[in-house]
């Protein structure tokens, strides 16, 4: 008996990547023994082309794209990747050729953050091409980061530099100049903060990680703690590509996937790269973004809304 | 701080639904200690509004029956419902009054089937409707249903009846007649064996669920078991309403969501409302449908591709 399409694409594209507990893809479930001793941590993202990448992004990064997305929650708690599953609505027509990109970029990434896939579906869609992942990751009982325990004074930290990823989706699109492509990868390739999740165990108040604007993340982190906060706009890091933008398009803007966190005055990890960005207060639940003469800059928008 | 819309409409619609390590809904992600002493059961699967249901199905059921058919995923393997995780790309526009008869029917079949959300992701489309869900399930360790230990001799098995899902479609469409709604209904709301699955642990030698045409799936089962089948059309379960129908378009037919086993003769638990349709059999990886003569029926298709 020859298999339907489905099973042969599954059999061949989906399968090598299969891990412990997937039964090879083959069943109508995964089976998994949770690691003894941990709590599970799940989320789950979906992207659509033309609204979370471009149609005409590479195969190869698309799917590494929505995994890193889902591996930035993880690191936001600061859990340990386990797996993950993953269902994908594909344009009719869609080549083969692009579908070995597509899980020729997951292989790589399963191989660099050490998960492998689960589970999942394969459907077609008269619509664009969607993509949803749900991952499993685990923590310590009772260590995983949340966004609820900031506290007035304790200092407001972020990893990495803001506003690549805001700016690389218009040099991706090919309107903003990137000679080097730097800022393109940016948008394509969020690099999960995973290993500083996992030192600030223990040590950060509250994390989150900064996927919709930074100003607009940081007021959620503030409701959940209820406190307010004050970040100083010259002290946002920008890469050096980054240094000419307008400060309230890189805070405002999308796809940052670094991690925000509270920690109390002096308790940066030694040798952990972030840095500090201003403070929680007790005032409101606002935020408010000084400017360099240490006036409260009026935003026309805090960040991004996915409806 | 308003919250942006895609805030709002979560604490609006999905809040309500959120369960135990949903942490509201707020988090970065789920937090869960797994039931100690249990192995995980995991899997997704994905719909698509104008190919795995009707654009203008009711919004109350569309999400009960992505919630249903992965239980049914659930029953398949004789697991118990844990929690869920939902992706739903919501095409721009849609009306507020829609999601709340969506998030209705999904909070009914959570107080049915005794599980809740634990996280997900809305995002808007220019496509169609697309869903995705991840179903969390558990087993006692080694308990789980496989689909690869039928034998030569073992019976095959089917719970309720075949054939209905796929007169419901035609049904829903309009283009069969359907006094009573039965049909559509069956097609709209598929009823996960929850209860057959989990009594069969250490009785069945292999189970699946039956969802794109009993004679593919049947296939399937028997790859996984190296071995044969050989059915027999006369003892196909069927509905009164289904009392007419060609049967070659009902063993073939998608959106059965029975349950589909294989018992070494004689062992069906007491009390089990299921109907013996044939034996496995060592010839071959092929499944033989016999008909009324004991003659081999042709079938043009064994069922459905979702590619």
């Known amino acids: ?32 023994a949770p690691p003894p001793g941990r709590e599970l941590v799940l989320a789950a993202d979906a992207m659509v082309a033309g609204v979370h990448f471009l149609p005409d992004d590479p195969a190869e990064t698309i799917g590494r794209k929505l995994l890193r997305v889902n591996l930035s929650d993880l690191a936001a708690m600061g859990a340990d990747p386990l797996g993950y599953l993953m269902t994908i ?35 077609s869609t008269p ?18 980061l949340r966004r609820s325990g900031a506290r007035p004074g304790d200092e407001i930290w972020v990893t990495g530099t803001i506003g690549d990823g805001h700016l690389g989706l218009a040099a991706a699109r090919g309107t903003l100049a990137d000679p080097d492509g730097y800022l393109a990868d940016r948008y394509r390739l969020p690099r999960p903060r995973l290993s500083i999740g996992r030192a600030l165990r223990g040590v950060a108040t509250a994390c989150m990680d900064v996927s919709d604007g930074l100003v607009q993340d940081l007021g959620h982190l503030c409701r959940a703690s209820d406190c307010g ?25 999308g796809d ?44 026309t928008r805090q960040g991004w809304s996915h409806v």
Chains 1, 2 share one sequence.
């Open 256 to 299: 940052d996937y670094e991690l925000l966190f509270a920690l109390p005055p002096g308790s940066l990890p030694s040798g952990m790269a972030a840095t500090r960005i201003g403070q929680f207060t007790a005032t409101s639940m606002d935020v408010v973004v000084l400017d360099d003469a240490g006036r409260p800059m009026p935003l």
């Open 127 to 144: 619509g664009p091409l969607t993509l949803s992942l749900t991952i499993l990751g685990t923590v310590p009982p009772g260590q995983a």
């Open 1 to 32: 008996m020859t298999l339907p399409p489905e099973f042969a694409l599954i059999a061949r594209h989906f399968r090598p990547l299969a891990g412990e507990g997937a039964l090879g893809l083959t069943d109508d479930a995964a089976l998994l």
């Open 229 to 253: 906060a004050v970040i100083h706009a010259s002290s946002i890091p920008r890469s050096p590509a980054a240094q000419d933008a307008d400060i309230s398009a890189l805070i405002t803007g």
């Open 89 to 123: 609505a594909l344009p009719r027509g869609t080549p083969d050729s692009w579908l070995e990109a597509f899980t020729l970029g997951l292989a790589r990434d399963q191989a660099e953050y050490g998960l492998s896939v689960l589970g999942g579906d394969t459907v």
